[in-house]
T-cell receptor, first 114, second 110 residues
Framework: DTAVSQTPKYLVTQMGNDKSIKCEQNLGHDTMYWYKQDSKKFLKIMFS???????INETVPNRFSPKSPDKAHLNLHINSLELGDSAVYFC?????????????FGPGTRLTVT | TQLLEQSPQFLSIQEGENLTVYCNSS?????LQWYRQEPGEGPVLLVT?????EVKKLKRLTFQFGDARKDSSLHITAAQPGDTGLYLCAGEQGAQKLVFGQGTRLTINP
């Protein structure tokens, strides 16, 4: 039983393309997050949603648009991909915002932009 | 400027040795967490420390939160190859946001 799942696991695409990453959690949590981990393993929060509402947007370029169709899903759409977008993107969830003891991460999506 | 500095960034030691990794900041955090991340997987929470001076033990791992709640350390005794991984510290900054350090990549050689 996977708690937080992401698809795809790997994504290789060319500059300028538009791509989406999907995330689903089966934990019944209200809050979901997107993090970006760069090549130096620095992990940084991008977005946080609570009950399908955006609560944190960390000065991410507007080429990145998260969408939460329901509490169990938080997808990330990226327009006009750039080389600097190459990274591993992690989805996470917690019962409520800031409940870090109950934050679970997905396995990550490695995005490579060529 | 990194809010949380972890040191060392890389550490490779022999099985059975002891080690300490550090997480330092000039900022005060209401809580601090340690995670371990293995290749191809997401971070997994090891511990949360909340009180200044708090010490928590998880088998051979000992976590300490500084008295001023600005720094933390992770000590591993008798390291084993299964301890290999990326260790991340993260501090709660403001409401509902975690700030991560850049990690310590630990390799335990058999």
């Amino acid at each position: 039983d996977t708690a937080v799942s992401q698809t795809p696991k790997y994504l290789v695409t060319q500059m300028g393309n538009d791509k989406s990453i999907k995330c689903e959690q089966n934990l019944g949590h209200d809050t979901m997050y997107w993090y970006k981990q760069d090549s130096k393993k620095f992990l940084k929060i991008m977005f946080s949603y609570n009950n399908k509402e955006l609560i944190i947007n960390e000065t991410v370029p507007n080429r990145f648009s998260p969408k939460s169709p329901d509490k169990a899903h938080l997808n990330l759409h990226i327009n006009s991909l750039e080389l600097g977008d190459s990274a591993v993107y992690f989805c996470a969830s917690s019962q409520v915002p800031g409940n870090w003891d109950e934050q679970y991460f997905g396995p990550g999506t490695r995005l490579t932009v060529t | 400027t990194q809010l949380l500095e972890q040191s060392p960034q890389f550490l490779s030691i022999q099985e059975g040795e002891n080690l300490t990794v550090y997480c330092n900041s000039s900022s005060v955090f209401s809580s601090l967490q340690w995670y371990r991340q293995e290749p191809g997987e997401g971070p997994v929470l090891l511990v949360t420390v909340v009180t200044g001076g708090e010490v928590k033990k998880l088998k051979r791992l000992t976590f300490q939160f500084g008295d001023a709640r600005k720094d933390s350390s992770l000590h591993i005794t008798a390291a084993q190859p299964g301890d290999t991984g990326l260790y991340l510290c993260a501090g709660e900054q403001g409401a509902q946001k975690l700030v991560f350090g850049q990690g310590t990549r630990l390799t335990i050689n058999p």
